[in-house]
């Protein structure tokens, strides 16, 4: 009888296992920050984004995101993945847009802050060009390319917003 209740056991103990296994993933996922309605967050959990299709000049822009969440700001990138991540997000909206503000400026020449005032410590400088029209101090992201361009901040583009999530 008690070589009958050995696999009996045994099938016992391995689904008490597997449960407190599924129940220890929950309480991960619970731990988890979360993001508000409508925002995207990103694959490493630090953040969290929101695209707007509404072209407003980067003042504006960097307003209405501060509106949003209480410490939203244009999107900061700090890493390649970042920069990729928002690049797909915006490519995923199927929006027909070519590039989108984000938070970083030369508030005096080549001297870069974000938004957020986060460093700026990602080594992906803006393109800029020489005629003085073009001496700006706004940086949009240019979608085919990933990369980033100098634009006059009173251009009205589509925009990204940012915030660090909090449980």
């Given at each position: 009888m008690m070589l009958g209740m050995a696999p009996l056991l045994s099938a016992l103990l391995f689904c008490d296992a597997a449960a407190l296994d599924e129940e220890n993933k929950m309480m991960d996922v619970t731990k988890k920050f979360k993001c508000a309605n409508k925002w995207i967050q990103s694959p490493s959990g630090t953040h969290c984004f929101r695209y707007f299709n509404e072209p407003l000049t980067w003042l504006s822009a960097e307003t209405t995101c501060k509106r949003m969440e209480r410490t939203s700001h244009l999107a900061s990138i700090h890493n390649n993945e970042q920069?990729?991540?928002?690049?797909?997000?915006?490519?995923?909206?199927?929006?027909?847009?070519?590039?989108?503000w984000i938070g970083l400026k030369d508030r005096k020449e080549e001297k870069y802050t974000w938004g957020d005032k986060t460093n700026y410590a990602f080594g992906k400088l803006p393109t800029t060009s020489s005629s003085p029209e073009n001496r700006v101090v706004c940086v949009t992201f240019i979608l085919l390319s990933s990369e980033w361009k100098h634009m006059a901040c009173k251009t009205k583009l589509p925009f990204i917003c940012s915030y660090k999530p909090t449980k």
């Open positions: 920069n990729a991540f928002l690049a797909k997000m915006v490519n995923g909206l199927k929006s027909k847009t070519k590039q989108f």
